[in-house]
Nanobody
């Protein structure tokens, strides 16, 4: 499975960006897709995830500002980021989890840089 992110960049505080992650390869059982991020000097943290049934989960820090959506037909997950703050600056990683019975496998993209700065 390959996860390829796009859409990162430099944006001013209060601005918006939309990240996309296209998955390819064997997608059977890919139950969860989403986004994590790692800010400079910090550990990687969850941003948002979505199940195939569109059950979503957000970090408290991004609720009401970020929206995750998933297009299962295209094996793509999106993250619409509004009202961006400097503290949102991080490398954003696409994430996918395959669940088959008791077996779980995590997949990660290479990451895309998001910088929020005036």
């Amino acid at each position: 499975v390959w996860l390829v992110e796009s859409g990162g960049g430099l944006v001013q505080p209060g601005g918006s960006l939309r990240l996309s992650c296209a998955a390819s390869g064997y997608m059977f059982g890919m139950s969860i897709m989403g986004w994590y991020r790692r800010a400079p000097g910090k550990q990687r943290e969850l941003v948002a995830t979505a199940t195939r049934g569109d059950r979503v989960n957000y970090a408290d820090s991004v609720k009401n500002r970020f929206t995750i959506s998933r297009d299962n037909a295209k094996n793509t997950v999106y993250l619409q980021m509004n009202s961006l703050k400097p503290e949102d600056t991080a490398v954003y990683y696409c994430y996918a989890k395959r669940i088959l019975g008791r077996n779980e496998t995590d997949y990660w993209g290479q990451g895309t840089q998001v910088t929020v700065s005036a």
